[in-house]
Structure formats: structure tokens, C-alpha cells
């Protein structure tokens, strides 16, 4: 019988339950963390460039880290939400090739796992202030992974399931397929694996492509058929993608994280940082100062 290895697990950020109004109205988000909600009252909606998604009751929905959209309640909407981060241990998101926001009708067994989450980790809300000036937010972060920390055994690995549930409940979806989830060659997971640890130095395909004793070209294609994306253009992602982990957690400067994440200076940072996320550094550090549900 084929063994399967689970290759990705949550940390939990925030879990809680509110009622929120039109004050609920943010555009161009961009987080690097998970959202997922169930509705139980009111109406809102989520949104990108290509669709609008109502949110109604009844419903659960699920917006992966990284993906880019709008929210808005037009007067009122009650939700249970949580947040969390995402491990990979290849380096590749569950929901790499889907980066959309995603609808499915609620179950009971939905309903009690976000109020039995609820229960096991009290006080785990967004109890913070609008105003940047009164936290660090890399200080805040870690004060959230020291909960976790502090969790007893029971309490982590019923979180763990919990969550591995609901994320469950959108891998059955059309817009999910198993096939796009590819079975990768080891020489690309060292690859991936050598990238993830080296963003901040100078990576070439050829120096890869020589890593894994192949030539460039044959390690391009591979790489392009393992993953959907060629290794510069991986490159580029994950360094962005530790930026946008930056600016959200730390109060670093842009030159600071354009030398942290490889890129030769902040000019060009930026540049790739506008052509990945739609947003310039400064737009993405403006909006990660509201507070978002």
C-alpha cells in the first residue's frame, strides 16, 4: 500500500467570533497568512479582478496566504474566523496553483470544529489598536507563536486537526484539482529546499542546474514541469513572498528587506515587488497597518 506523507501543517494566529459593519471595508489585501470564515448573519462580499464572492449564511469560506482581494459588508455581517500560517515542507503552498478565494456550504461538523477552536484557544482575537505606533509588529507575531508554544500537547494537536479539517472541506472542489499537485523529482525538492534557505544570496540557474548535476536547460524544464514556474520566476516569488512576511511582522526599511530577500537594491525590489503583488512596498506596509478579519 502507498504511504502519503503529510507535507504541510498550520500555525495558529487568531480565532474568534464577531459582528462587524460597514467599517469592514478594506481593499487590496494581501496577507501572508490564511483567512477562513463561517457565516452565520448578514452579508458581505469578497472580491479580486475577476469575480465577487458573497458572503452569506451558511457558508464557509477560505482566502489562501497570498492571494490578492477586496472586502466589504455594505451593513452587517456576523462570522467566526481564523488565521493561520502555513508550513510546507517541500516549499510549495497546498494552494500554490489555486490562489482564489473559495466558497462551500457548512456543515454541522464545520460549525462545531470553529466553536470547539474557539473554546481550546480563548482570547485569541485581534485585541490590538488601528494605530502602528502602538506595536511592533514582528514583537506581536512572536507573542502569538509563544502561545502556541505554551499550548499543551492535546491542545496543539486537536488545533492542528481542527484546522487540517476546514482547510479539507476546498480540496474536494473543481477549482482544486489533485493533478495540478506535483509529484516532484528530488533533485527539485533540493533545489526548492536550497532556494528557500538562500534568498538572500546570489541565485542563478546555472549555479542550481549544477547543484543537481544537470544542464541548465534540462533543469529548467524540469523545474518549469515540476512546479508551473521557471526557476527565475519561482526565485522571485519566494523572496517576495519573505518580503511581504516582512513588512507585515517587522519595522525594517525597504533597503534592509530588498537586501534580506537577494535583490541587488531597492529599486528593483520594488519593481518585482509591484509586478508579483499588484502593489508597491510602501501601498502593501499601508494597508498591513489595519486591522483585517
Not at 494581501?30 to 457558508?59: A, H, Q, V
Not at 548535476?213 to 524544464?221: A, V
Request: proline content about 4%; charged content about 25%; overall charge positive.
Amino acid at each position: 500500500m502507498a504511504k502519503r506523507i503529510l507535507k504541510h501543517s498550520f500555525s495558529l494566529l487568531h480565532i474568534d467570533y464577531v459582528k462587524l459593519n460597514q467599517k469592514w471595508n478594506f481593499n487590496n489585501v494581501i496577507s501572508p497568512y490564511y483567512r477562513l470564515y463561517y457565516i452565520d448573519e448578514g452579508e458581505g462580499f469578497i472580491s479580486d479582478e475577476k469575480e465577487t464572492i458573497k458572503l452569506e449564511p451558511g457558508y464557509l469560506y477560505i482566502i489562501p496566504s497570498f492571494t490578492l482581494c477586496h472586502l466589504k459588508c455594505p451593513d452587517y455581517l456576523s462570522q467566526y474566523f481564523v488565521q493561520f500560517f502555513e508550513e510546507s515542507a517541500v516549499g510549495i503552498s497546498l494552494f500554490a496553483n489555486n490562489r482564489a478565494s473559495m466558497k462551500v456550504k457548512a456543515l454541522d461538523l464545520d460549525i462545531e470544529n470553529f466553536k470547539r477552536l474557539l473554546l481550546i484557544n480563548p482570547h485569541r482575537g485581534i485585541n490590538r489598536s488601528n494605530n502602528p505606533k502602538v506595536y511592533e509588529k514582528n514583537i506581536y507575531y512572536r507573542e502569538y507563536q509563544e502561545l502556541n508554544n505554551l499550548q499543551s500537547m492535546s491542545v496543539y494537536m486537536e488545533t492542528q486537526g481542527i484546522i487540517l479539517q476546514l482547510v479539507s472541506r476546498f480540496l474536494t472542489l473543481e477549482t482544486f484539482k489533485q493533478s495540478d499537485i506535483p509529484s516532484i523529482p528530488s533533485k527539485i525538492l533540493e533545489a526548492i529546499s536550497y532556494i528557500q534557505l538562500n534568498l538572500r544570496n546570489n541565485l542563478t540557474v546555472t549555479d542550481l542546474a549544477k547543484r543537481a548535476n544537470q544542464h541548465p536547460d534540462y533543469f529548467s524544464r524540469l523545474f518549469h514541469q515540476s512546479t508551473g514556474e521557471r526557476p527565475i520566476a519561482f526565485i522571485h516569488e519566494k523572496r517576495i513572498e519573505r518580503a511581504q512576511y516582512l513588512i507585515t511582522t517587522t519595522s525594517m526599511s525597504y533597503e534592509e528587506i530588498a537586501s534580506e530577500t537577494g535583490f541587488e537594491n531597492s529599486p528593483y525590489f520594488s519593481k518585482v515587488f509591484k509586478k508579483v503583488t499588484g502593489m508597491t512596498p510602501g501601498q502593501y506596509r499601508e494597508q498591513n497597518r489595519l486591522k483585517v478579519v
